[in-house]
């Protein structure tokens, strides 16, 4: 575009400019556009060529010297408004996104809305943005299934799927693996999702069950043993994890991606304390240098509490919770270094304080620690408190610093929640105007 002199400066009418905006004809002097000279009328004073003022309207007329613009006949009358008072107003007819992309066409900024109606205008813009982000989540939801909830889980398998190419089975290998990560897939792969997550609710409620005394049974030797019931069903829910994972290993696009994931850590966590508890109880117990063996079994049927985290897979929410701990491990360290600064100045002000009282169990710093972190945490046992006047006090002030303290790392950490997928959504899908200076 090309800018100098103003154009049309001979004839009697050179101090007007012919507009036609919508069949909507005004004439407009053209000291009232220099008002505003980056806006696109303004920057239509200063074209010296027919194809510089094309750039800027829809057709141009050189005998009736007349600028035509296939825009909003009514909405140009606020436009007119503008460059007359410098604000411009919310027009009640057209929404707020139709309103920025017609402000946006004229060159008019944001800052330019009148005070009567900025506010209106920042309230209706959060209101349709919600709207739409909500709209657009249920659309992707429903395309997705249960990996719609994060961008970068889409991103993910968006990759795995392209890491197929050009390797053995891969058609096959794509199709298993879709319907093994996807439940969004097909009725088949909301099957299998289905069934692997009835196997893991039966694992955890078996191992509840297990607990119980009614269930506890020896043998001969006074030996602890399971129950026959409670050890077929582990033993069937062990065989499908183990199947599962073995399946979904062979047809990963990328083993060593696969065996790095949270998730497949967790799955393979959860098999190998069966598949160690054989090993160990098949081992004489009577060997001298083996003679622990019974506490390491009990270790690995307790950890078999981690397929718990198997929900994960089937579960957004206990994904979108690791991601969100995983995007603000700096906040949480920040937490952990002030509720640790905390117990320690509190528990040091309260054994000073209390340890001239016989009758006060805070006789150790150690013990002030263990007061100070069920105070700052308002859990309170009960089992340790202040008896004198000035521990009493010190033991508000830790109350209240507890209380405090957590509460700003939780508003910081659900406003990260809130924000970060909707912010991360519309940083891939942005909504921006589509009306743009020629």
Not at 8 to 24: E, K
Not at 148 to 166: H, Q, R, V
């Amino acid at each position: 575009m090309q800018y100098g002199q103003i154009l049309h400066r001979c004839g009697p009418d050179d101090s007007f400019l012919n507009l036609n905006v919508g069949g909507f004809k005004q004439r407009v002097e053209r000291s009232i556009l220099q008002r505003f000279p980056r806006t696109r009328l303004g920057r239509l004073l200063y074209c010296v060529s027919e194809e510089a003022i094309l750039e800027l309207c829809d057709d141009f007329s050189p005998t009736d010297r007349e600028y035509y613009f296939d825009r909003n006949p009514c909405f140009f009358r606020n436009v007119l408004n503008f460059y007359h008072t410098g604000k411009i107003h919310l027009m009640e007819e057209l929404c707020v996104f139709s309103f920025s992309q017609e402000i946006e066409y004229w060159g008019i900024k944001e800052l330019h809305l009148d005070s009567c109606c900025s506010n209106k205008f920042q309230e209706q813009r959060q209101f349709a943005e919600d709207k739409d982000w909500d709209r657009r989540s249920g659309e992707q939801q429903q395309q997705f299934g249960s990996i719609d909830s994060s961008m970068e889980e889409l991103s993910t398998m968006d990759k795995d799927l392209e890491k197929f190419e050009g390797t053995w089975c891969s058609e096959v290998r794509k199709n298993i693996w879709l319907h093994l990560e996807n439940p969004g897939y097909s009725c088949l792969a909301k099957g299998i999702a289905v069934a692997s997550l009835a196997v893991v609710l039966t694992s955890i409620v078996a191992m509840c069950v297990h607990s119980m005394p009614e269930y506890h049974q020896v043998d001969l030797n006074d030996k602890e043993i399971e129950d026959p019931v409670l050890a077929i069903f582990e033993a069937v829910c062990v065989i499908c994890f183990s199947v599962e994972f073995l399946v979904r290993l062979a047809v990963a696009p990328c083993a060593r991606n696969f065996m790095s994931n949270a998730l497949n850590i967790i799955d393979f966590v959860s098999i190998v304390p069966f598949y160690a508890t054989l090993a160990f109880e098949t081992v004489d117990e009577e060997n001298e240098e083996l003679e622990n063996v019974g506490k390491v079994v009990q270790i690995l049927r307790l950890m078999r509490i981690f397929r718990i985290l198997k929900l994960a897979r089937h579960s957004v929410g206990l994904r979108s919770l690791g991601a969100t701990l995983r995007h603000s491990y700096h906040e949480v360290g920040l937490l952990i270094l002030f509720l640790s600064v905390g117990i320690s100045i509190f528990s040091a002000l309260i054994y000073f304080v209390e340890k001239e009282s016989e009758e006060s169990d805070i006789t150790t710093i150690p013990v002030g620690w263990w007061w100070a972190t069920i105070s700052m945490t308002t859990v309170g046992y009960g089992d340790t408190c202040p008896v004198t006047v000035v521990g009493k006090l010190v033991a508000t002030i830790c109350i209240v610093c507890g209380i405090l303290v957590p509460s700003k790392f939780t508003t910081n950490v659900w406003f990260f929640i809130y924000f970060s997928p909707k912010c991360l959504s519309l940083r891939f899908q942005p909504f921006k105007s589509t009306a743009k200076l020629k």
